[in-house]
């Protein structure tokens, strides 16, 4: 069985200050308190050592929002894998439609920093999904099955076992607009059916597929109670406790 996890993805928001305050309260109300599901904060590369230090990875993992396409020297701003595993980092978010549309990331710069997060011990939360466009003239399915064919399809079983998917419809990101649990469950089948195919169903059945987009309190359980949607990447409502407390306590 695929675990249960509740990822907070917090963008470009908080100053330090702030974000130490929210991931100690998102660590205090989780003391106490026995979660369903992993629950994971993904925090701006600033952020990490400081964070690192007042939270329980053991209750709250922790993660970066994205890492390097190169493995260390002369790439002025970049941050390595190497570099977020060291501040005590666990996960790190790889290929976000944001990264993809806005930085420009495509399948190619995402399979090296797949390979570097995994040989720095980091676990990638790799995000696919398609835009309106391509929900609106039938091709989502075949989008997806290209995005994770072309970045992840060269891993082993062993190492494709050690990644968390997140599905993330474009169109329901930071929009209010969130797809509805049949839209969600239609595509993690798919998705899972496509492991299958690859690396064999217990490779699939153990892979953790998050779905993401205006997922909030009020409509987290209906989506996790749909049999292929193991969890929720959260971004505007982690920024949250309570809301993403509420969110964690949808399992
Ligand atoms: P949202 O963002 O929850 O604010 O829609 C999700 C994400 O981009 O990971």
């Not at 690859?198 to 996790?224: H, R």
């Amino acid at each position: 069985m695929a675990k249960k996890i509740v990822a907070g993805n917090w963008k470009m928001n908080t100053n330090l200050q702030e974000g130490v305050a929210l991931a100690e309260g998102v660590n205090n109300a989780l003391k106490g308190f026995k979660a369903n599901c992993d629950v994971i904060i993904a925090v701006p590369f600033t952020h990490l050592a400081s964070i690192n230090a007042v939270i329980d990875q053991n209750l709250l993992g922790l993660g970066a929002e994205n890492c390097a396409d190169k493995k260390s020297g002369a790439y002025t701003g970049e941050v390595s894998a190497s570099m977020v595993a060291s501040t005590g980092a666990k996960y790190v978010i790889l290929g976000h439609s944001e990264r993809r549309q806005y930085y420009g990331e495509t399948s190619e710069t995402l399979k090296e920093k797949v390979a570097l997060a995994l040989a720095n011990g980091l676990t990638p939360i790799f995000c696919i999904g398609e835009v309106l466009e391509q929900r609106e003239n039938g091709t989502y399915l075949d989008v997806v099955k290209d995005q994770v064919e072309s970045a992840l399809f060269n891993l082993s079983a062993e190492d494709f076992g050690k990644i968390i998917l997140a599905y993330e419809p474009v169109w329901a990101i930071g929009t209010g607009k969130t797809a509805t649990a049949d839209q969600a469950q239609e595509m993690h089948a798919h998705i899972r059916g496509l492991i299958a195919a690859k690396y064999g169903q217990s490779v699939a059945d153990n892979c953790s597929i998050l779905y993401g987009g205006s997922c909030k309190p009020t409509n987290a359980a209906e989506l996790f109670a749909k049999k292929d949607v193991d969890g929720g990447l959260i971004g505007g409502a982690s920024l949250d406790v309570e809301s993403f407390m509420g969110i964690v306590k949808a399992f």
